[in-house]
């Protein structure tokens, strides 16, 4: 299993900013990396794949980037319905494992 | 358009057993894998594994193997979940998701184990 180690695990930010969660794999996963997005008693809804790939539907102020080990979810202009966890995902080995989660608070 | 219906919640004594369904529609169900994804009360997301819809293969992820069984009724598109020897640490919601990476997810069903 590849290890996921996301940062940070809780974020304060305002409305209007802009905020980067940064998840790291322990080893190369290519560019096979979701990132999820779940808000309190819901289900969680895909928003990244391909470490950069945006799901269709999903507002272009996220974008994702990064390969191999590093990766880093953005969000420009937080808006209020975007105060939630979110959680990277490893898919490229045979073990899907996710981050730890970065809880987004308000400010 | 693509649906993933769970059954509903489970409240269960500790030692017994539990089955899950996540039933799926709009899509064809043997082209996709699909996933179950745990999540602990106030936890995060753990991948639990997935089972190949084409040949009912199981893989489990570490941890999740002994008590834990995926299997499939293809006749009625339907993916199963079922967990033995219930334990307290159990409790938790269980969700189908389908795919890699998981596009889309069934509502979760919270099982509860408590005596």
């Known amino acids: 299993d590849t290890q996921m180690t996301q940062s940070p695990s809780t974020l304060a930010a305002s409305v209007g900013d802009t905020v980067t969660i940064t998840c790291r794999a322990a080893?190369?996963?290519?560019?096979?990396l979701a990132w999820y997005q779940q808000k309190p008693g819901k289900v969680p809804k895909l928003l990244i794949y391909?470490?950069?790939i945006l799901k269709s539907g999903v507002p272009s102020r996220f974008s994702g980037s990064g390969s191999g080990t590093e990766f880093t979810l953005t969000i420009s202009g937080l808006q209020p319905d975007d105060f939630a966890s979110y959680y990277c995902?490893?898919?490229?080995?045979?073990?899907?494992?996710f981050g730890q989660g970065t809880k987004l608070e308000i400010k | 358009q693509v649906q993933l219906v769970q059954s509903g919640s489970e409240l269960k004594k500790p030692g017994t057993s539990v089955k899950i369904y996540c039933k799926a529609s709009?899509?064809?169900?043997?082209?996709?894998?699909m996933n179950w994804v745990r999540q602990a009360p106030g936890q995060g997301l753990e991948w639990m594994g997935w089972?190949?819809?084409?040949?009912?293969?199981?893989t489990y992820a570490q941890g999740f193997t002994g008590r834990f069984v995926f299997s499939l009724d293809t006749s009625v598109s339907t993916a199963y979940l079922q967990i033995s020897s219930l334990r307290a640490e159990d409790t938790a919601v269980y969700y189908c998701?389908?795919?890699?990476?998981?596009?889309?997810w069934g509502q979760g069903t919270l099982v509860t184990v408590s005596s």
């Open positions: 998701a389908r795919e890699r990476p998981h596009d889309y």
């Open positions: 709009g899509y064809i169900f043997n082209s996709y894998a």
């Open positions: 089972i190949d819809t084409n040949t009912g293969s199981p």
């Open positions: 080893q190369s996963i290519s560019i096979w």
């Open positions: 391909r470490a950069s």
């Open positions: 995902q490893d898919y490229n080995s045979d073990s899907y494992t």
